[in-house]
């Protein structure tokens, strides 16, 4: 039985290698950078590898990690700085490997405990449009790691904790469509890196995939992907998942902060059929069963003095573009009833919003979006926890309070 | 008895229907640049009149050119303020141009100049270094750039008018510093460069102190030759 299974899934990969052996002869060379063009906007490398007011894809741009400050590289194709003198196998194993092509080892900040999933032939491609691009001579600048993290040797053990090498494979049972779905969600598009919780070794296990957690240095919370009271999309529309990936905005809710960079940068790019893909995709991992709410931490009589002046409060600045119902007028003035990023267990991404406001991101389907407006000057800690108690409470919501204390930590919370 | 429940029913489900088709068309926001830059208003007023906070300038009236410039900088962060820095970062030029052509096109009146809190003198060394310069330090007059209104040119030299000292001494300074720079040749870190401190809350004071002109838009581009070269200003 066990042998039989090995046979056909061999038979399948070489059909499969077989079948991308063809399209690579019959695909033209400016056909091929197209599409490394577009998969490279599907894997988003742009967000990382291209710095403010700096030349596309030369590196420098500084992320900021827990363990220090690492600087993007020039993946131009100049030879002196940038990756001018790689082959195509060894673009193939730094996305696969997380090895560069003398055998140095990457910095996890790189996602290719996602890219490893990639086919060789869309590694092939991505290369040879970067190949394309025009080469810019910048030296990459040294990270600025603090001690033990300065030593390359620790991504070792990184390594052996949190990475599995391995290109997709697809499940045979499911449909054409979801499996596109699932290589781009878990592939190009490195979901996980931002929607799994991050232990204190920087990593993600992978049972805790997709299941949420809180961005380091960014203070935003991306939400779970499996779970219905987050951002699991089990009881959405696939057009309104769609419409979210591709414009930003939705009869559901609307992206903001680190998703509105995604969506910018890489989901409005995508086909209606690849957007539609990962619809199915993600639609299909939200878990059918969500477990019950937490009880609030707050004391009852406290938390009935919030809600009640929370009301006050949003009826004064929230009821004219959300509605006293909380109904809003979608997509643009999203609603705030039934709305799972109000009311999941972290509260840090409504609290972010009444401080800060925001726009959601400027795409194709949606141009000019409309804002939120700031309210970290106009409300007091006591009336920003009050109006978001209010809002996870009110018309059915199903959330928490949330304290002063809460609201008042995320002020200093970093907006860029 | 049947029949007519079901023809009930089939008038409440045309009903939903209707009313359905009608909230698709008409519960939306409005279509309008005011709807779009709501985001703005707690900090800038609702027609960008600014607020009552010193440091949040006034946008109406700028020319356009200047405030997308402007809006320009803070998306890509050239100019650091994390709040607008976080609102723009993922707006496209023609959004950003067309929030400029908003408030570029409302005029509010401006505000009744607020009692400077420095000394007469202070105000007239304002006065000398704003109206004349001073030619020995390499400090061209406020007004040769700006106008001789102070109400600036097209498209790309902001008005000075309806400024608060504090905001006015804050951008100076951050000038000064080279916090804020602008596009090579950068004419305003060069003219901050020459500075005092003492000239900074001068010149901001008696800026903050000056009326209404009767006429405060600015004038059209090329109006007067500009001292030297400016990467905001194209010739």
Redesign the interface.
């Known amino acids: 039985m066990g042998s039989r299974l090995s046979i056909t899934l061999l038979a399948l990969a070489a059909l499969t290698t077989l079948a991308q052996g063809q399209d690579k002869s019959q695909e033209k060379s400016s056909d091929i950078i197209a599409r490394g063009e577009y998969l490279a906007r599907a894997g988003d490398c742009t967000a990382c590898h291209t710095a403010p007011e700096g030349h596309l894809f030369a590196g420098g741009r500084a992320m900021p990690t827990p363990f220090g400050t690492l600087y993007t590289s020039n993946i131009t194709p100049d030879p002196e700085t940038g990756i001018g003198k790689w082959s195509a196998d060894d673009f193939y194993k730094t996305m696969h490997s997380g090895r560069f092509p003398d055998g140095g080892l990457i910095y996890p900040a790189m996602p290719f405990a996602s890219y490893t999933k990639v086919t060789r032939a869309d590694s092939d491609a991505i290369f040879a449009y970067l190949r394309s691009i025009p080469p810019v001579n910048q030296r990459n600048r040294p990270h600025d790691l603090r001690f033990p993290y300065d030593n390359r040797q620790l991504i070792l053990g990184w390594r052996t904790l949190f990475f599995r090498e391995g290109e997709f494979k697809p499940d045979p049972t499911k449909s054409a469509e979801w499996n596109r779905g699932a290589y781009l969600v878990e592939g190009l598009g490195h979901c996980s890196m931002c929607h799994s919780p991050i232990n204190a070794l920087g990593g993600t296990s992978q049972s805790d995939a997709f299941k949420g957690g809180l961005i380091p240095m960014q203070n935003w919370y991306a939400p779970s992907l499996t779970s219905n009271r987050e951002a699991g999309l089990g009881d959405w529309s696939i057009k309104d998942i769609t419409d979210l990936l591709q414009t930003g905005v939705s009869a559901r809710g609307v992206v903001y902060g680190p998703m509105a960079e995604v969506v910018h940068n890489s989901l409005q790019y995508l086909s209606d059929e690849d957007t539609r893909a990962m619809a199915v995709y993600l639609k299909s991992i939200a878990e059918p069963s969500p477990p019950p709410p937490p009880s609030s931490a707050l004391p009852t009589t406290e938390s009935s003095l919030l809600i009640s002046l929370g009301k006050t409060v949003y009826d004064k600045n929230c009821a004219s573009c959300h509605g006293t119902q909380g109904e809003g007028k979608p997509p643009h003035w999203p609603p705030l009833a039934n709305n799972q990023s109000i009311e999941m267990e972290s509260a840090v991404n409504p609290i972010r919003m009444v401080l800060n406001g925001g726009y959601p991101p400027g795409t194709k389907g949606n141009p000019m979006p409309y804002g939120m407006p700031p309210f970290a000057g106009l409300l007091s800690d006591n009336e920003v926890a009050a109006v978001v108690s209010y809002i996870r409470t009110a018309w059915g919501n199903r959330g928490t309070p949330v304290s002063a204390r809460e609201a008042n930590e995320l002020r200093s919370a970093p907006l860029n | 008895m049947f029949a007519r429940a079901a023809a009930s029913a089939a008038v409440i489900v045309t009903l939903a229907a209707f009313d359905g088709a009608a909230a698709q068309t008409t519960?939306?926001?409005p279509d309008t640049m005011a709807?779009?830059?709501?985001?703005?208003?707690?900090?800038h007023g609702n027609k960008g009149e600014g607020t009552s906070?010193v440091y949040f300038p006034r946008l109406a009236g700028k020319p356009a050119g200047y405030l997308y410039n402007q809006l320009l900088a803070f998306r890509?962060?050239?100019r650091k303020y994390?709040?607008m820095?976080?609102?723009?970062?993922?707006?496209?030029d023609?959004?950003l141009e067309?929030m400029a052509e908003y408030f570029a096109g409302e005029h509010p009146p401006l505000p009744q100049p607020a009692p400077s809190e420095v000394s007469k003198d202070v105000l007239a060394q304002g006065e000398l270094l704003a109206t004349s310069g001073d030619a020995g330090r390499n400090i061209p007059a406020c007004v040769s750039c700006h106008g001789p209104g102070l109400t600036g040119m097209q498209p790309g030299i902001p008005g000075l008018l309806g400024l608060r000292a504090a905001y006015i001494s804050a951008q100076l300074g951050a000038w000064r510093y080279g916090n804020r720079t602008a596009r090579s040749p950068d004419c305003m870190q060069l003219v901050a460069g020459h500075l005092t401190e003492a000239d900074v809350t001068a010149v901001a004071a008696w800026l903050a102190t000056r009326p209404a002109p009767t006429n405060p838009a600015p004038v059209p581009k090329g109006t007067y030759a500009l001292p030297f070269g400016c990467g905001s200003q194209p010739n």
């Open positions: 519960n939306q926001p709807a779009r830059v709501e985001a703005c208003t707690p900090c906070d890509s962060g050239r994390p709040p820095n976080y609102l723009l970062e993922f707006l496209p023609p959004y067309a």
